[in-house]
């Protein structure tokens, strides 16, 4: 989870969300040697006393000042290619989770087994205690399998939602009307938390995700005792 001044990404709890920060912090090397290089220009540009005043073209220059920016693009665009395409695939998902967006809570069922349903809600921050996390803490959590593939089905019943979980690297809209799928995969146990990121009404900051990872022998365990 995020914690006080946290500039960075949260560390991640998945191989996607590894993915996504190696492909972050390259993006942001060549975006630093982008701003070095045209600082340096810019300021160079400034100080200097070179005059030429029958100047007006040359060939040379504009090729290569066109060219290596051009090269430069793609050295991002196909690793964002790549990423864009992982983060789509899903191999043979162990369970489904079903996630409703209203306002303001989320509702989750495990289709996969029966009449396993239940709403979630934020504990309210005057009723929370030193053991809550607040504004992030729910009633209900969603209880999830670590290292297992997950399949994530994601819709909404009022206005459009967005089921984000960062350390997860999940981002999906939900939307009435339409059922949006997304897969993760957790490779820790713990509690990974969330927020709603569509603007969707009054309470919009108040409709938070916890997921709690746990081993597939517990979950099987909880999923059994659910009444
Ligand atoms: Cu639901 Cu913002």
Redesign the pocket.
């Known amino acids: 989870m995020a914690t006080w001044s946290n500039f960075n990404l949260q560390n991640s709890a998945s191989p996607l969300m590894e993915q996504i920060i190696f492909f972050h912090d390259h993006t942001i090397i060549i975006l630093i040697m982008i701003t070095v290089l045209v600082g340096y220009l810019m300021i160079n540009l400034l100080f200097n006393k070179f005059i030429n005043r029958f100047l007006l073209e040359e060939q040379m220059i504009e090729l290569i000042w066109t060219i290596i920016p051009s090269i430069t693009l793609i050295f991002i665009a196909l690793p964002s290619l790549r990423l864009l395409y992982l983060l789509d695939e899903l191999n043979n998902p162990l369970i489904t989770l079903k996630s409703i ?1 209203h ?2 809570y989320w509702t989750y069922e495990y289709s996969d087994f029966n009449n396993v349903e239940f709403d979630s809600y934020m504990i309210h921050y005057n009723k929370s205690n030193l053991n809550n996390f607040r504004l992030l803490d729910v009633d209900n959590r969603v209880i999830l399998p670590m290292n297992n593939q997950i399949r994530i089905m994601i819709t909404a019943t009022d ?1 459009i ?2 089921w984000t979980v960062p350390s997860l690297g999940v981002k999906i809209d939900a939307n009435p009307g339409r059922l949006n799928q997304t897969n993760l995969f957790i490779n820790r146990p713990g509690i990974f938390f969330g927020q ?6 009054a309470n ?1 900051s108040f ?1 938070p995700i916890m997921i709690e990872s746990i081993s597939i022998k517990n979950f099987i365990n909880w999923i059994n005792n659910y009444s």
């Open positions: 967006g306002q303001w206005v939602h967005s709603c990121s569509e603007i969707c009404g919009h409709m």
